[in-house]
């Protein structure tokens, strides 16, 4: 089975820092990946972690504990277009197919 | 390179009636996927299309069928519609048997059932 879990909605202020969790129960781990969708749009690829540790991408950072079933997405130098929900998603027994968490509604103000 | 293009973008249907929505994929990818993605949730796996039959289902019903043709575009079938189905259905492309290979979503048809 397959059990995604992140929190449903978080604040941040422009500039500032702010780090998204997801934890997973999976059977079978392919890799993890995290998608970014603003209001109305599809989803866009942010990150595929399948190894331990933290990836850097620009302002955006995402760590993987494969041990622990955590991740989580870090974003740097908060800008107001940030404000999106952010979708933690593992493929499951030995499928390459992302089952997605409900995701995280971040709202950044100003 | 247009990316993945769905069509229609919007559908108002009426309770029992059948749609059909469509998908093309970007341009080198052989895979489709369809989600369905309800209001503040996380898209859900419907099926997976490869070489022109289903790969993979999610937790559907058999009122949700597809197909995939030789050029890779692909369609959702929904029959006997209920009002549960309203919801934003994404279509995703992705190359076969590449384990870190990124979906590219289309923009989505938004369908509400009356």
């Known amino acids: 089975g397959q059990n995604i879990d992140q929190p449903t909605e978080m604040t941040a202020t422009e500039g500032a820092i702010v780090q998204i969790n997801c934890t997973y129960q999976t059977s079978g781990f392919n890799g993890l990946f995290w998608y970014q969708q603003h209001a109305g749009e599809a989803p866009t690829f942010l990150s595929y972690?399948?190894?331990?540790g933290l990836e850097e991408k620009g302002r955006f950072s995402s760590f993987l504990s494969r041990s622990k079933g955590y991740s989580y997405l870090l974003l740097k130098e908060l800008q107001m277009k940030d404000s999106a929900s952010y979708l933690c998603?593992?493929?499951?027994?030995?499928?390459?197919?992302?089952?997605f968490g409900r995701g995280t509604s971040l709202i950044v103000h100003p | 390179d247009a990316g993945v293009t769905q069509s229609p973008t919007h559908l108002i249907k009426t309770r029992g009636q059948q749609v059909t929505l469509r998908c093309s994929p970007k341009?080198?990818?052989?895979?489709v996927s369809w989600y369905q993605q309800a209001l503040g949730q996380g898209p859900q796996f419907i099926f997976q299309y490869y070489e022109e039959e289903e790969r993979q289902r999610g937790n559907f019903p058999d009122r949700f069928s597809g197909h995939q043709f030789p050029n890779y575009s692909s369609e959702l079938n929904v029959n006997a519609l209920l009002l549960g189905d309203s919801a934003l259905y994404l279509c995703?492309?992705?190359?076969?048997?590449?384990?870190?290979?990124?979906?590219?979503f289309g923009q989505g048809t938004r369908l509400t059932v009356v």
């Open positions: 995703a492309s992705s190359l076969v048997g590449q384990l870190n290979t990124e979906a590219f």
């Open positions: 341009s080198g990818h052989d895979t």
């Open positions: 972690n399948v190894l331990d």
């Open positions: 998603a593992a493929p499951w027994g030995g499928s390459y197919i992302p089952t």
